[in-house]
């Protein structure tokens, strides 16, 4: 059964926001996933009078994601955390020779606002497959076991449906899969448990009136004592709180004066960090991408630069009278 190119385009777009969670896991970058579903979407247009429907919509569409993905990667670029590509180091005498890698270096987030809503049943896996580590270590996958991980283990798909999807045999998806699992594990043993959501929120808001306030020492209460501190496109990344400690007192004294705005990004609370320009306006400086466990941060990733809140779609400067929630 065909179907015209303005039905293809109207049933397609309810897909959207999933396709684009699975494009966004595949590169850990949110600019390449866009593209890669902007592309799907056209080439469903183009191509709508090949769909027979003996598959259903949304598996006609993954199929050509996941092409789209496969040709993609066939640069070799493999995006990274700054803790993949060097040990952790120290706070610099001088932070303005801090070694810069370019922005196709690193694994970036992503807004909630981009990924559908996650159903509570699949929430943990949903959100532990968000993970800025779990990312970087799929970047260690090469395309298609990556592809049949992120079908097989985040989205639920049987070997099956993922044989047919990709072309190959059931028995070429199942040795894939324990090889991309293997590979996993070696690159990101696991995450802590998490936090429930409402504690998450409690202690953002504290982690924000501490960092408004620029109390270094709520600050330091508020990190686990083996915590990570990493500012991407910067490849210094900080481990346990004394050195955290001692960049809050040094480098991050820039911070002081600075006006914050909640959000979220990879299913995990954020913090918009805002720098003064004038007494009463401020303009984008780092997006803090917070992890939690057991009442504690455990990793704050700091995205630099205007264009991670262009993509998160937060604001280009604030005001005195701005919320922050």
């Known amino acids: 059964m065909s179907i015209s190119a303005s039905e293809a385009v109207a049933d397609s777009e309810q897909y959207r926001r999933e396709l684009t969670g699975y494009c966004y896991r595949y590169f850990g970058s949110f600019a390449e996933a866009e593209d890669a579903v902007q592309e799907t979407m056209e080439r469903a247009w183009r191509r709508a009078d090949t769909f027979d429907g003996r598959s259903s919509l949304r598996t006609w569409l993954y199929r050509i994601a996941t092409n789209i993905c496969l040709d993609m990667r066939k640069a070799p670029q493999r995006r990274a955390l700054p803790a993949d590509l060097s040990p952790s180091g120290d706070v610099p005498d001088d932070p303005t020779t801090l070694a810069v890698a370019s922005a196709e270096t690193w694994i970036g987030p992503i807004g909630d606002a981009h990924l559908p809503a996650l159903d509570p049943a699949d929430r943990a896996i949903e959100r ?130 600075s006006r914050t705005l909640a959000t979220r990004a990879n299913g995990l609370p954020a913090l918009a960090v805002y720098h003064p320009v004038s007494p009463d306006r401020w303009e984008p400086f780092a997006v803090h991408v917070v992890e939690m466990a057991d009442g504690r941060i455990t990793s704050l990733t700091h995205f630099m630069g205007p264009d991670v809140f262009a993509q998160l779609g937060l604001p280009e400067e604030i005001s005195a009278t701005t919320d922050q929630f």
């Open 128 to 257: 532990d497959s968000l993970r800025l580590a779990f990312l970087a270590a799929l970047q260690h996958l090469p395309p298609r076991q990556r592809a049949v991980l992120l079908l097989r283990d985040v989205l639920g798909w049987s070997a099956q449906e993922c044989a047919e999807l990709l072309e190959i045999s059931v028995a070429a998806v199942n040795s894939a899969l324990a090889r991309a699992r293997a590979t996993m594990a070696a690159h990101d043993p696991g995450a802590r448990p998490r936090s429930p959501d409402e504690d998450e929120t409690e202690l953002l808001g504290r982690y924000l009136a501490a960092f408004e306030a620029y109390d270094v020492d709520r600050l330091v209460e508020l990190v686990a004592e083996d915590a990570t501190f990493s500012m991407p496109p910067f490849s210094l990344w900080l481990q346990g709180r004394p050195t955290i400690e001692r960049w809050w007192r040094g480098p991050g004294e820039v911070c002081r004066g």
